[in-house]
């Protein structure tokens, strides 16, 4: 359980002398007596890491604007660090002493004293979690008109042991908060041909929470549903495993975790957190198939979501149109399925080294799985509901990627474009669109016939004015709409209605501009 004690010796008694070996001149013993009421404003430790090398350095930050820094050793607490204006604390030079084993017990003492938090050599990410506010997930789909909703839950780079319970601190709002236990979607560590079990969800209140032990452990993220941001610190009892926050973890950081983790647990669990991208795997699936740095690999499929987006008109022109703040994750899956896309997640199958190539070796731009899968998390429930469009309009936003970055279907789809012409001049009223040699074309032709703008605006469209029911028709007339072309003759020419049906009168009845009469005639994936 985690340490909440109030001390009664003034500060002025102690030896804040203000030394760059604060711990090593000041180990006057303090006692913890006095009660809570003393005080008015608890101080928070925010961020708090230790790196044990030639010597041992401790750095971290607080909500206090002064006091000093403790460490918990032998049974007492030993100031090491004074607080400065900012809330900055560090000792690079501190006595072994105040350690436990490769661990620090640390807490703040100012006015109040704060919650102890435990920091583990070489893994930089703290214990100390500022966690904020998101809207749900149902909530955020219903506001992009997602077909799948994205996860509203974040990594933390723990994870809880089997068979052990743990102790968690929540702090500020708690109006809605849970943990989880467990990535979803993930292959188990042992049998990678199975999955694990489904994620196991705690709601936390303020102050302590206990949570009993879980049968299987697992890594921990955390839902904050609520209305402001709140601050959890994780006791000592989760583990931390290797985690990498591109623009924060130093390529020396994230060698000397994995390089400690495979030591000890060669298939540990690894998160590396990119914007809006949290990408899980396993340790000895990571060291088989990465190629170049973790920056790299992250880059990789954060440029695949930042196209995808474009695509989808997530341009940042208004509140509407910007990027939600909720993840993807892409997790190594279990190998006995197929890649596939689902609730806040594309999972990537183990033992196919093409997918694990796009999953952890810095190609998942130049993989069609990955373009694919992601695409899935854009399509709206306009274009995606129907069962007829949902595995074409998809590939709007992979092809997006492809005409930036070659991937193995760059010189396959061109190819499918004789047997598609003849197709498409085949007598009018004749095609069933299902039968098409290439069903994704559709949309390339629009794109080049119409311009690029074209499919972006279906999207943006989507987002301000469509509403149930989502069936292939309503798709068709907002498509129109989105156009403003009256698109009937080519939506005859693809098999996708009948001259007079009821389709065909809805369109007519919107009284747009005719579209141009070689749609059909237009070569699809030529750069445009």
């Known amino acids: 359980m985690l340490s909440q004690s109030h001390a009664s010796v003034p500060v002025n008694n102690l030896c804040l002398s203000g030394d760059s070996n604060f711990g090593s001149h000041c180990t006057e013993l303090i006692e913890d007596d006095a009660p809570a009421a003393l005080y008015d404003v608890q101080p928070v430790i925010l961020n708090l890491s230790l790196a044990i090398t030639q010597s041992v350095e401790v750095r971290g930050s607080t909500s206090a604007q002064g006091g000093?820094?403790?460490?918990?050793?032998?049974?007492?607490?030993?100031?090491?660090?004074?607080?400065?204006?900012?809330?900055?604390?560090?000792?690079?030079?501190?006595?072994?002493?105040?350690?436990?084993?490769?661990?620090?017990?640390?807490?703040?003492?100012?006015?109040?004293?704060?919650l102890t938090v435990v920091a583990d050599n070489f893994f930089p990410h703290s214990r100390s979690l500022s966690?904020?506010?998101?809207?749900?997930?149902?909530?955020?789909?219903?506001?992009?008109?997602?077909?799948?909703?994205?996860?509203?839950?974040?990594?933390?780079?723990?994870?809880?042991?089997?068979?052990?319970?743990?102790?968690?601190?929540?702090?500020?709002?708690?109006?809605?908060?849970?943990?989880?236990?467990?990535?979803?979607?993930?292959?188990?560590?042992?049998?990678?041909?199975?999955?694990?079990?489904?994620m196991?969800?705690?709601?936390?209140?303020?102050?302590?929470?206990?949570?009993?032990?879980?049968?299987?452990?697992?890594?921990?993220?955390?839902?904050?549903?609520?209305?402001?941001?709140?601050?959890?610190?994780?006791?000592?009892?989760?583990?931390?495993?290797p985690y990498y926050i591109k623009g924060h973890t130093t390529m020396q950081e994230w060698h000397r975790m994995f390089e400690l983790t495979m030591s000890i647990d060669p298939r540990s669990e690894l998160q590396l957190v990119g914007d809006r991208v949290v990408i899980c795997a396993y340790l000895d699936t990571y060291r088989h198939h990465r190629q170049g740095s973790a920056e790299e690999l992250v880059h990789s499929h954060e440029e695949t979501l930042r196209i995808e987006a474009l695509a989808a008109g997530l341009d940042g022109s208004s509140e509407q149109h910007t990027r939600s703040n909720m993840w993807i994750?892409?997790?190594?899956?279990?190998?006995?399925?197929?890649?596939?896309?689902?609730?806040?997640?594309?999972?990537?199958?183990?033992?196919?080294?093409?997918?694990?190539?796009?999953?952890?070796?810095?190609?998942?731009?130049?993989?069609?799985?990955?373009?694919?899968?992601?695409?899935?998390?854009?399509?709206?429930?306009?274009?995606?509901?129907?069962?007829?469009?949902?595995?074409?309009?998809?590939?709007?936003?992979?092809?997006?990627?492809?005409?930036h970055y070659d991937n193995e279907y760059t010189p396959v789809f061109p190819n499918r474009w004789e047997a598609l012409s003849a197709w498409l001049q085949r007598p009018m009223g004749t095609n069933n669109y299902q039968e098409s040699p290439d069903t994704q074309a559709?949309?390339?032709?629009?794109?080049?016939?119409?311009?690029?703008?074209?499919?972006?605006?279906?999207?943006?469209?989507?987002?301000?004015?469509?509403?149930?029911?989502?069936?292939?028709?309503?798709?068709?007339?907002?498509?129109?709409?989105?156009?403003?072309?009256?698109?009937?003759?080519?939506?005859?020419?693809?098999?996708?209605?009948?001259?007079?049906?009821?389709?065909?009168v809805a369109i007519k009845a919107l009284n747009l501009a005719p579209a141009p009469q070689n749609l059909t005639s237009i070569r699809p994936y030529v750069a445009h």
């Open 68 to 114: 000093y820094a403790e460490a918990y050793s032998q049974g007492v607490w030993k100031p090491f660090a004074n607080v400065n204006s900012a809330g900055h604390f560090e000792n690079l030079d501190l006595p072994r002493s105040y350690l436990d084993g490769q661990r620090i017990r640390v807490r703040i003492r100012n006015v109040q004293i704060s």
């Open 329 to 403: 994750y892409a997790v190594e899956s279990r190998s006995t399925f197929s890649p596939h896309a689902t609730t806040g997640y594309i999972g990537l199958p183990h033992g196919n080294s093409s997918y694990m190539a796009a999953l952890v070796g810095g190609r998942a731009h130049h993989q069609w799985v990955t373009l694919h899968e992601y695409g899935h998390h854009f399509q709206t429930r306009t274009n995606g509901d129907n069962a007829l469009f949902r595995e074409n309009t998809v590939n709007i936003y992979a092809l997006a990627v492809m005409r």
């Open 442 to 504: 559709i949309f390339e032709q629009l794109r080049i016939g119409l311009g690029n703008h074209t499919l972006t605006a279906w999207d943006r469209y989507t987002r301000e004015y469509t509403s149930a029911p989502y069936d292939l028709a309503a798709a068709l007339l907002s498509l129109c709409q989105a156009a403003q072309r009256d698109l009937a003759d080519f939506y005859i020419a693809w098999g996708l209605i009948k001259e007079a049906d009821a389709t065909w």
């Open 131 to 198: 966690i904020p506010h998101t809207r749900g997930a149902k909530a955020d789909a219903d506001y992009y008109q997602w077909r799948l909703q994205w996860a509203d839950y974040q990594p933390t780079g723990y994870s809880l042991p089997a068979q052990t319970g743990a102790s968690v601190w929540l702090l500020g709002d708690d109006e809605d908060v849970t943990l989880y236990i467990g990535t979803q979607g993930m292959a188990q560590k042992l049998d990678r041909s199975r999955q694990t079990a489904n």
């Open 200 to 241: 196991r969800r705690f709601v936390l209140k303020r102050g302590e929470n206990i949570l009993p032990a879980d049968e299987t452990g697992g890594v921990i993220h955390i839902r904050n549903v609520g209305h402001g941001s709140c601050q959890l610190i994780l006791d000592e009892r989760f583990q931390p495993i």
